[in-house]
Nanobody, 114 residues
Framework: QVQLVESGGGLVQPGGSLKLSCTAS????????MSWYRQVPGKERELVAT????????SYADSVKGRFTISRDNAKNTVYLQMHSLNSDDTAVYYC???????WGQGTQVTVSS
């Protein structure tokens, strides 16, 4: 059974940091490029960051470049999203996505508010 389980979301003040985790099971994680997406109600899901299966390449949306870092630990079947300098525009549900199998996690809420 394929599972992607996100964690680490929550409420954070503007300027703060959070680190999201997504742990995979039921498929070959190390063969999949992984991405983080986010979605605000009423808007389309937005691609935030992507990392190749071996971690050799990463890419970011312009809106998060320089503030967010995607990384992975294939030994732990986990992909991470470190987020710094958060602002209200980063408030969303964050989802992880496995490219080869087109698998989605259930999402974790990030709320940036004072």
């Amino acid at each position: 059974q394929v599972q992607l389980v996100e964690s680490g979301g929550g409420l954070v003040q503007p300027g703060g940091s959070l680190k999201l985790s997504c742990t995979a099971s039921g498929f070959t994680f190390s063969s999949n490029a992984m991405s983080w997406y986010r979605q605000v109600p009423g808007k389309e899901r937005e691609l935030v960051a992507t990392i190749f299966s071996d971690g050799s390449y990463t890419s970011y949306a312009d809106s998060v470049k320089g503030r967010f870092t995607i990384s992975r630990d294939n030994a732990k079947n986990t992909v991470y999203l470190q987020m710094h300098s958060l602002n209200s525009d980063d408030t969303a549900v964050y989802y992880c996505y496995a490219w080869t199998g087109a698998y989605w996690g259930q999402g974790t809420q990030v709320t940036v508010s004072s």
